[in-house]
């Protein structure tokens, strides 16, 4: 992980699920984002200094109690609770899928299809309209940008 003032970059050293030849082991870039309480840029800095003198392992994400890294049973329970904290249908949504949330959010702002296969490194369109699409309602009176994918989900 590299930080700077205006982003942090995951190296990724092993294959990942939507890994295909030409697009082995990309970086994740996360950007920060204007309201610091929106931005994973600063939100992510500030955790590690938090929780630097305290952990007990070298993992990003560790538990408040022992300080350890987590299971994923704990990363899944923690992401339904931000999913029903953000008034997202856990019935529709859950903890697996961060990604149809996110993608069908920017889908309904007004991203276009082509922006969203490249953010979700999807080959073919048919795979986000058969696994992803789901209806997400908008809340009312949102501005959408159709510049950014990361705008068009923060503001769903």
Known sequence: METSSKTVVFT???LQKTDRIGRINQNITLDAYKKKELCPVYTLKYYLKATKKLRKDDYLLVSFRTWRKISTSTLARWLKIVLT?????VTKFQAHSFRGASTSAAFSAGITLDTIMKTANWKSAKTFKKFYLREVEAKRGVKTCKKK???AVLSV
């Not at 904290?85 to 249908?89: E, L, P, R, T, V």
């Open 85 to 89: 904290s953000s008034g997202i249908d």
């Open 12 to 14: 990724m050293n092993c």
């Open 149 to 151: 994918y990361i705008n």
